[in-house]
């Protein structure tokens, strides 16, 4: 997957298109990460115990990540993500400013 835990992604379909996160979470083998502030769900939970009273709850699930663009920390624009060769090691590369993201 081209999008890291920690890169800052812009959401370009679906319900909540426009809006823009930190990863906080990649699972590669589904092909989805978890964004910040974006795909808020309410879950209902149970009374656990005696006391304890059942809650409605808000949180974050994965979106697939061919909905979200890498926002560049360069040029600060949304864009692809390319490789290079630097030695012996693979790094990412903004397709719009060839700038290198870490």
Same mark, same amino acid.
């Given at each position: 997957?081209?999008?890291?835990?920690?890169?800052?992604?812009?959401?370009?379909?679906?319900?909540?298109?426009?809006?823009?996160?930190?990863?906080?979470?990649?699972?590669?083998? *589904? &092909?989805? %990460?978890?964004? *910040?502030?974006?795909? %808020?769900?309410? /879950?209902?939970?149970?009374?656990?115990?005696?006391?304890? /009273?059942? &809650?409605?709850?808000? %949180?974050?699930?994965? %979106?697939?990540?061919?909905?979200? /663009?890498?926002? #560049?920390? *360069?040029?600060?624009?949304?864009?692809?993500?390319?490789?290079? $060769?630097?030695?012996? *090691?693979?790094?990412?590369? #903004? $397709? /719009? #400013?060839?700038? $290198?993201i870490p």
């Amino acid at each position: 997957m081209k999008i890291k835990k920690g890169d800052t992604v812009l959401v370009v379909s679906g319900k909540w298109k426009g809006k823009t996160g930190k990863v906080l979470r990649a699972f590669p083998k *589904e &092909q989805k %990460i978890l964004v *910040e502030g974006v795909n %808020i769900v309410k /879950k209902h939970l149970k009374p656990g115990g005696k006391r304890e /009273k059942g &809650q409605i709850v808000e %949180i974050e699930k994965p %979106i697939h990540v061919s909905k979200v /663009k890498l926002i #560049c920390p *360069e040029c600060k624009r949304s864009t692809r993500v390319g490789y290079e $060769k630097v030695g012996d *090691e693979k790094m990412r590369v #903004c $397709k /719009k #400013c060839k700038a $290198k993201i870490p």
